[in-house]
């Protein structure tokens, strides 16, 4: 089955905007794009032309980053673009639906509604928050009308990776039907093998990843969406023509020189370290309920008190994520991982709410 099938018929019948650098891209005398001459910045020498649509040398250091071959790539600004990218092309409004399983990350929803897609909502357990395999699948079945699947391992604000086999079966039961997409934004901070392994198998198979959570680089907006070039040709049809601003596009590239790895891997390294030390500070408070370590760069409590600790907390500089929309995390906190310094406050404030109590 080809996943146009899948698509909005209008974007599958639509003729992708061709962008003048896009037609020629090579080099010459360029009077083809109402650009200026020369760039008033002299810091910025490229600045007065149209950035590359897909730059080719950091779409390579992507693909071999992530394992993949570079037509499956397309760089984003942020994971946030391809989510909106996947809903705009594959969700019809007042008809089609995408399935998430709540707490969730936001953008799915927000992205969906947007659109006009309905929600389908699996929710995970309410106290423990696992994620309900068999209602997926069993949903999953049951509604013709699902053609976006997000999975996201680890999971935000939960913690939670997929568990083993899920993901495998859920595409088999897709196959035809939907999009599974895998949203490993905080990859990175487990050891556990990237869905992108199984590209080449699945193409109704989307994994999303960014710079924004462990290469430490959120101010970026620099996400990678991985899929067949089937899929790839479906989103550039809606993509902007110049997603990515040339100076994104070479902080990027120096971000993820060889030698950034070592530093990466030190943040890494940190991450745990200070995790741990998280883990130690809150374990044994009475006025917490319940700890979710989860495997990624936070950690998910349940309180006593949310707001009145959130409230605390803030009154002493310290600014953590609440959730008061949600009932099911009505609550909970969320906790960054954040430097040591950081945790040396966090940990004073805990210590005096405590005593308050
Ligand atoms: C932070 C986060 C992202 C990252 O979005 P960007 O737009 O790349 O910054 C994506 N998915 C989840 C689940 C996240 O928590």
């Keep these: 089955m080809s996943v146009e099938k899948l698509a909005r018929p209008e974007i599958v019948a639509m003729k992708p905007y061709s962008s003048a650098r896009k037609e ?25 032309r149209y950035p590359d649509p897909q730059p080719e040398r950091l779409v390579r250091r992507l693909a071999r980053l992530y394992g993949v071959m570079e037509d499956n790539v397309l760089v984003t600004r942020g994971s946030d673009e391809g989510i909106d990218l996947l809903t705009r092309v594959f969700c019809r409004a007042g008809q089609d639906a995408i399935l998430q399983c709540p707490p969730a990350f936001g953008m799915y929803r927000i992205a969906a509604q947007a659109q006009g897609a309905r929600v389908v909502n699996v929710a995970r357990d309410a106290t423990d928050f696992s994620l309900d395999a068999q209602a997926v699948l069993d949903t999953l079945a ?11 391992s680890p999971s935000n604000p939960t913690g939670d990776a997929l ?9 088999g039961l897709a196959e035809s039907k939907a999009l599974v997409i895998v949203d490993e934004a905080y990859a990175e901070f487990t050891d556990r093998p990237s869905a992108a392994a199984l590209i080449d198998r699945y193409e109704h198979l989307v994994v999303l990843r960014t710079l924004s959570k462990a290469w430490a680089a959120a101010g970026l907006r620099c996400g990678t969406v991985i899929a067949q070039p089937s899929v790839m040709s479906l989103l550039r049809r809606v993509i902007a023509p110049y997603p990515l601003p040339s100076p994104v596009v070479s902080l990027a590239r120096a971000m993820l020189e060889e030698e950034a790895l070592d530093k990466q891997r030190d943040m ?9 030390e998280l883990l130690r500070l809150l374990a044994d408070r009475p006025f917490v309920q319940a700890i979710y370590p989860g495997e990624a760069n936070f950690v998910l409590i349940r309180v006593d008190d949310a707001d009145g600790l959130l409230t605390h907390c803030a009154l002493n500089n310290v600014i953590l994520r609440g959730f008061p929309a949600e009932p099911v995390l009505r609550d909970c906190i969320r906790i960054s991982v954040g430097s040591e310094d950081d945790l040396g406050q966090l940990a004073k404030a805990l210590e005096a709410w405590e005593t308050e109590q």
């Design 24 to 48: 020629a891209p090579g080099k010459g005398i360029l009077l083809n794009a109402n650009e200026a001459p020369r760039s008033l910045l002299d810091s910025e020498g490229g600045l007065n």
């Design 142 to 152: 049951g509604d013709d009308a699902i053609k976006l699947v997000y999975m996201t």
């Design 163 to 171: 568990e083993d086999g899920l993901l495998e079966r859920l595409l």
């Design 268 to 276: 890494l390294r940190e991450v745990r370290r200070n995790k741990a």
